[in-house]
């Protein structure tokens, strides 16, 4: 648990990223003990493959399934009362 509030705290992580997730819709408690798993998880496999750890990073979330991200992010901003138009970036 403390390894999990521990990994919150840091910027621009997978970890971080991780338990804002979490922790939006279970609680700042169950946040900490899924990322104190997950860190568990993390150190089983590099132990079994030998390996050494790279972090995914803070928007790995987003970018796993970008338009969903998107369709939320514009449904969100219709809610509030305003018309979107989305364009890709050049």
Known sequence: MEAGRAAARTKNTYLSAQ????????????AAVAIG???LVIIYHL?????TYEDFGSNYFDERDRVATLRRA?????????????????
């Open 19 to 30: 338990y804002r997730r979490v922790a939006a819709r279970r609680g700042a408690n169950r």
């Open 47 to 51: 132990l079994k493959h030998g390996t």
């Open 74 to 90: 514009v449904q969100r901003i219709e809610k509030l009362g305003y018309k979107v138009t989305v364009e890709a970036a050049a």
């Open 37 to 39: 798993h997950t860190i």
